[in-house]
Every structure is written in structure tokens, then in C-alpha cells.
């Protein structure tokens, strides 16, 4: 069985910074793609951040400059440090695992709220 956690959600004020981590089980990790979505009340899951299995990244335009993505195979763990936190940023924060040839996992999300 495949497991994602996320933590490291919480609240900030805006401008501040948080990292939210991922751990996955039951998978080959270094064999995946990780990735983080949002989703925000009332809006659609969106994809925040995408991290290939040879490190390659890629950023929504809303995050960009200030979101990094990164992963720790030995521990696998799927990062993600977020500054300069808008309260646009809130939503719940949900990782997920892909790889070629199976199917997506989700985590069950971590609660970022941003104040203003």
C-alpha cells in the first residue's frame, strides 16, 4: 500500500514562510515524480510544484520566485518551502506520486491558512 503524509501545514502571517514535507511508503520513491497541489475554497486543485525523478522542477506562475520544491530520496520525503506566503497561498496542500506506468497517490493534505 502506497502512503503519503503531509505536515508542516499551519498559520502565517503573510510574508512569512513555511516547509511542508511528504513521506511516502509502500513505493519505489526515487522512481517518482512528486508533486504539490493546492486546493483553495471554492477553487479547483491546482498544481503548485512538480519535481522529476532526476530533480528536474517546475513552478505554477503564481509561485514562482517564492516556492521550492525539493526531495530527499534516502528519507523519501517530497519538500516543500514556501516564502513570502500571500493569503492568496491558503488552501489545503496535498502531495502526490506518479510514475510511469501506475497510478497517481494523494496525501491527505496539510492546512496552510495566510493572514493578512
Known amino acids: 500500500q502506497v502512503q503519503l503524509v503531509e505536515s508542516g501545514g499551519g498559520l502565517v502571517q503573510a510574508g512569512g514562510s513555511l516547509r511542508l514535507s511528504c513521506v511516502a511508503s509502500?513505493?519505489?520513491?526515487?522512481?517518482?515524480?512528486m508533486d504539490w497541489y493546492r486546493q483553495a475554497p471554492g477553487k479547483q486543485r491546482e498544481l503548485v510544484a512538480t519535481?522529476?525523478?532526476?530533480?528536474?522542477?517546475n513552478y505554477a506562475d503564481a509561485v514562482k520566485g517564492r516556492f521550492t520544491i525539493s526531495r530527499d530520496n534516502a528519507k523519501n520525503t517530497a519538500y516543500l518551502q514556501m516564502n513570502s506566503l500571500k493569503p492568496e497561498d491558503t488552501a489545503v496542500y496535498y502531495c502526490?506520486?506518479?510514475?510511469?506506468?501506475?497510478?497517481?497517490?494523494w496525501g491527505q493534505g496539510t492546512q496552510v491558512t495566510v493572514s493578512s
Open positions: 502526490r506520486s506518479s510514475g510511469i506506468g501506475t497510478r497517481a497517490y
Open positions: 509502500g513505493t519505489i520513491f526515487r522512481i517518482t515524480t
Open positions: 519535481i522529476t525523478t532526476i530533480g528536474n522542477t
